[in-house]
């Protein structure tokens, strides 16, 4: 089964410590594995790819497919990093592609 | 940079009543989907569409469900004969090509049945 999980619902840090958002995933084959931001009342966006490989606002996620994990990670949060954070996956499944999302995890970055 | 809109913002109506979404994927995609997000669930898919026909659905689309794309622009989600439990945020997204692109998504409209 296609799966992705988010194991947090909410997580706080303050200004300046460090991030991560744990994502795994399920899926048999090779997927493309995604991060999307929703800050307030705003729609979805990309924030990076495992395929590109690069840093985006600071943030980074390795794809570990012995752990089937594509954490994400800052080393010093900032105040807007607070929003909605969603891991997605994006595969074939039943001859198209799809993105699946977890269930995201809202980070609040304290002042 | 070009958007993917989605008219209205917010739409309330009444059970039973029928509801068009819309969209304007960006003008050079292909590939066009629906998702849901129930308040404070994740994000579901719902269909994918491609070439002017579902490529995929989920079970969540069922026969109140369609989808169309009636004047090579617009992308439009329909539900039939809305119940209480089809209130939820839906997004519209599109991408370029298939599968490890970046899907853009709309600002979603939030339906409220009521």
């Known amino acids: 089964a296609q799966r992705v999980t988010q194991p947090e619902k909410l997580l706080s840090v303050f200004k300046g410590a460090p991030v991560e958002l744990k994502c795994n995933y399920s899926?048999?084959?090779?997927?493309?594995l995604f991060w999307y931001v929703q800050y307030s009342r705003q729609r979805l966006q990309l924030l990076l790819r495992?395929?590109s490989r690069e840093s985006i606002k600071g943030f980074t996620a390795d794809l570990n497919k012995g752990e089937t994990s594509f954490h994400l990670k800052k080393p010093f949060a900032q105040e807007e990093d607070s929003a909605m954070y969603y891991c997605?996956?994006?595969?074939?499944?039943?001859?198209?592609?799809?993105?699946?999302f977890g269930t995201g995890t809202r980070l609040k970055v304290l002042a | 940079e070009p958007e993917v809109t989605q008219t209205p913002s917010h739409q309330v109506t009444q059970m039973g009543q029928e509801v068009i979404l819309r969209c304007v994927p960006i003008?050079?995609?292909?590939?066009f989907y629906w998702y849901r997000q129930i308040l404070g669930q994740k994000v579901e898919f719902l269909v994918s569409?491609?070439?002017?026909?579902?490529?995929?659905k989920s079970e969540i689309f069922d026969d109140q469900f369609s989808v169309e794309r009636p004047d090579g622009s617009n992308f439009t989600l329909k539900i039939r004969s809305t119940k209480l439990e089809d209130s939820a945020m839906y997004f519209c997204?599109?991408?370029?090509?298939?599968?490890?692109?970046?899907?853009?998504f709309g600002q979603g409209t939030r339906l409220t049945v009521v």
């Open positions: 997204a599109s991408s370029e090509a298939e599968g490890g692109t970046e899907a853009f």
């Open positions: 899926y048999s084959g090779s997927p493309e």
């Open positions: 495992h395929i």
């Open positions: 997605a996956l994006s595969g074939l499944a039943s001859g198209t592609y799809k993105y699946i």
């Open positions: 003008s050079n995609h292909l590939y």
């Open positions: 569409f491609y070439n002017n026909e579902i490529s995929e």
